[in-house]
């Protein structure tokens, strides 16, 4: 065989490699999962696939013969115009470029419907562009998107490369995880299939180190599939269910004990801060126990929110000295400890449902205030 021949059975190996990753990267699909404290989009490949799709990332896989192939494309005019079609062709990710959140529509108008949000730190396979608009793919959320609140190319590729994380997960239903790259080291303990980790580098010898209880662990790269993932946006229906359950899980927050999320924790702190801060302990408990009381009696607003802020009840409160507290971030942890302690049902005053400096009322005295 002679050299033109070996040349072009190369370049042929190569066009087949390349248009079967990239028809394996837009054949893959994006795995939904709602959106909590951590929710992601799945992606196949790493972020230098998604920019070009025949090279895994970090890595240089073509052969010698490939790459000979590869200049002789330089000096081909037609393989040349084959080469940047490919190139035009290959997926991009695109990145959200907000503080918070931004809208996606149905159509690339500010007039067209709302199909979901695009988080902060979220994002996607660019599908589209056309008039300062992009139409992308967020996990389920398929919309367009103002350019303007996106970042493209190198820009998206960085910020994806920071924000994101490779995966491992188990494809053994018990998969021994190593304290050392070898088969005989010590078990530090199980993952059981399905079950993902973070991991910290693919060792190239058949073994990956994971991230295991805050420990490095070491898997075998055989029985695990790696992904690459970023957080993904929201759709309108996504959004509709989670904002439903919450409504739901408030109904029932006067049934038994009360149900509170970290906000209500940290302004339950505020109040006890302003009403009791130079109080002992218990003195602090007894004022979160007083707010949780009446939200639980029903003849109070039926939250803590609610409750601090009745008028004519808590003087810190409409003055606006808890809110001060509340934004200022410096409320000590012997506060935050006395709200969670009431809002998980401890009280060192009964069901008491008041309380005043002392001034010789009958009642429940702790430091400086009397309780009834």
């Known amino acids: 065989m002679d050299k033109s021949v070996k040349l072009s059975a190369g370049l042929s190996r190569r066009l087949v490699s390349a248009c079967l990753a990239l028809s394996v990267f837009l054949g893959s699909g994006m795995t939904v999962e709602a959106r909590n404290t951590s929710s992601y989009l799945e992606l196949a490949t790493g972020i230098t696939n998604i920019i070009s799709p025949i090279s895994p990332l970090g890595m240089d896989s073509e052969a010698p013969e490939v790459k000979a192939a590869e200049n002789a494309e330089k000096s081909s005019a037609s393989s040349s115009a084959s080469s940047q079609e490919e190139e035009k062709e290959s997926p991009k990710i695109v990145m959200a470029n907000v503080s918070k959140v931004m809208n996606v529509r149905e159509e690339p108008s500010e007039d067209a419907v709302k199909v979901g949000v695009l988080y902060k730190d979220c994002g996607g396979k660019l599908l589209d562009r056309q008039d300062g608009w992009s139409k992308i793919q967020s996990g389920e959320l398929i919309g367009w998107a103002k350019d303007e609140y996106l970042l493209f190319d190198e820009d998206a590729e960085a910020l994806a490369e920071e924000l994101g994380k490779q995966i491992v997960t188990s494809q053994s239903s018990a998969l021994n995880v190593r304290a050392e790259a070898s088969a005989d080291a010590e078990i530090l303990g199980v993952l059981t299939e399905k079950t993902f980790v973070d991991m910290i580098e693919d060792l190239g010898n058949g073994w990956i180190a994971i991230d295991y209880n805050d420990e490095t662990g070491y898997v075998q790269s055989e029985y695990v599939t790696t992904d690459f993932k970023i957080d993904q946006g929201e759709t309108v229906a996504a959004i509709k269910l989670r904002e439903e359950a919450e409504?739901?899980?408030?109904?029932?927050?006067?049934?038994?004990?009360?149900?509170?999320?970290?906000?209500?924790?940290?302004?339950?702190?505020?109040?006890?801060?302003?009403?009791?801060?130079?109080?002992?302990?218990?003195?602090?408990?007894?004022?979160?126990?007083?707010?949780?009381?009446?939200?639980?009696?029903?003849?109070?607003?039926?939250?803590?929110?609610?409750?601090?802020?009745?008028?004519?009840?808590?003087?810190?409160?409409?003055?606006?000295?808890?809110?001060?507290?509340?934004?200022?971030?410096?409320i000590s942890d012997t506060n935050i400890q006395a709200a969670q302690a009431a809002i998980g049902g401890e009280t060192t005053v009964g069901g008491a449902l008041h309380f005043r400096r002392v001034n010789g009322r009958e009642g429940i005295i702790i430091g400086a205030h009397v309780f009834w």
């Open 247 to 330: 409504k739901k899980a408030a109904l029932t927050r006067n049934r038994g004990a009360v149900s509170a999320d970290a906000d209500e924790v940290k302004l339950l702190a505020a109040l006890i801060q302003c009403e009791a801060g130079n109080q002992p302990y218990e003195g602090r408990v007894a004022v979160g126990a007083v707010v949780l009381n009446r939200v639980k009696s029903g003849a109070y607003p039926n939250s803590i929110y609610g409750v601090i802020y009745a008028s004519g009840q808590f003087t810190p409160a409409l003055n606006g000295t808890v809110a001060k507290v509340y934004n200022s971030g410096r």
